[in-house]
């Protein structure tokens, strides 16, 4: 990408609500992942025009996560609707919660290999992790994640 | 799951309120940045001048006495009270998970006071003639970052760690190169939600012969026990040994290293 205004301009509208989904289920609460991607996109627009970006994606990527990281630090979660959003359905609350059970980083390669459909290596690459880790994060994240919902489940009809 | 983890997440997403003006935020922010960054390197020339300017001014009062520094007190903090009541009658957990593997050896194994405190406990273990046999000591820590497992020999290289079932990875350090003190421990890391527990099974120390300074759990039973999910549960949540009460924690032969912030 080229550090043109243009072509900037036409990344972040293609990146921006992508990017702000991934945010969303990284963070649970819509403003402050809308709050989250612009300061992100805004690094990476700013980087870009001074030529300090290689890989856009995976700058915007690492940039927004390592951003999620640090503002889940305290491990506090609560789930935070959008307003004026019709009922959140149960299933999707108790997804939610699930997903924020784990722990950020192992959080963050669901989200980026399930959701954003990034390759191993490419998750490797935003994360600072080798392609086996990236694994080992996958695999035990799903595990993890269908036992909580499991039981969050088995609690809810019992 | 009984549908993808993608088609679940669609349905998270409902309710996604609108961009509006985001993209040009990004622009405006942008521009911020660019201007921040400016001033910040102004600062930073101007730091420059200061101190230079410091600095001769140091240089020029060099050849005045200095004032006697006053004595400085150390201060050793006191550790913060740690202990963890809890009612007698409430069944150990952390116990129920280390009794089996003593009792296969045809040991007994017991709280040693102090047995407890905010993330950690310790045991004594003896043999069937009532002989001391060492400690077990266990504590659990919060790591939610990438861990590097240190290495005894080079402490500032990362331990490629094994890995047992439900992703827990792990490395032991067992360590009987000291006949005073021999150590089996093992360091596991529960990856999904950065829960680390630090287990270390040392002999008696003084001990008349190598072989009674043995601990009283061989290291591939600490490594079995330190990778059960069970230990790892059967501590509360907000247990862990770091904050102001680390102090009353356990010293372990390979401490856990932790995030400084």
Known sequence: MSGDDDGLREFVTSRLPHLRRSAFLMCGDWTTATELTRATMARVVADSRRGAVADPDVYAYAELMEACRRRNRRREHVFVAAAGAEGVAAESILLLDALHKLAPRCRAVLVLRQWDGFEPDAVGAMLDLDDERVAAYERAGLAALQKLLTESEAALTG | ?261
């Open chain 2, 1 to 261: 799951m009984t549908m993808p983890l993608t088609r679940l997440l669609e349905h998270v997403l409902a309710g996604e309120p609108d961009l509006g003006d985001e993209i040009d935020a990004v622009f405006r922010d942008a521009d911020r940045i660019r201007r921040r960054r400016t001033r910040v390197l102004i600062a930073a020339g101007a730091g420059v001048v200061a101190t230079l300017a410091v600095t001769g001014l140091v240089l020029t009062t060099t050849l005045l006495p200095s004032r006697p520094a006053g004595d400085q007190v150390a201060r050793q903090a006191a550790p913060a009270g740690s202990a963890v009541p809890v009612p007698s009658n409430v069944a150990d957990p952390v116990l129920a998970v280390l009794a089996p593997a003593v009792d296969d050896r045809k040991m007994h194994i017991y709280p040693r006071p102090p047995e407890r405190g905010n993330g950690w406990r310790q045991y004594s273990v003896t043999d069937s003639a009532g002989r001391a046999r060492g400690t077990v000591e266990i504590a659990v820590y919060d790591v939610a970052g990438d861990m590097c497992f240190p290495v005894l020999a080079h402490p500032n290289k990362c331990a490629r760690t094994e890995w047992a079932p439900a992703g827990v990875e792990y490395v032991r350090y067992d360590d009987e190169h000291d006949p005073d003190w021999q150590v089996n421990q093992t360091i596991a890391r529960r990856i999904t939600d950065g829960r680390t527990l630090a287990v270390m099974a040392t002999g008696e120390r003084g001990a008349d012969k190598p072989a009674a300074g043995e601990p009283g759990l061989t290291g591939a039973q600490i490594e079995k026990i330190a990778t059960d999910q069970r230990l790892f549960d059967a501590f509360d949540p907000a247990e862990r040994c770091s904050g102001p009460s680390s102090g009353a924690c356990p010293a372990f032969r390979m401490p856990v290293p932790l995030p400084s912030s």
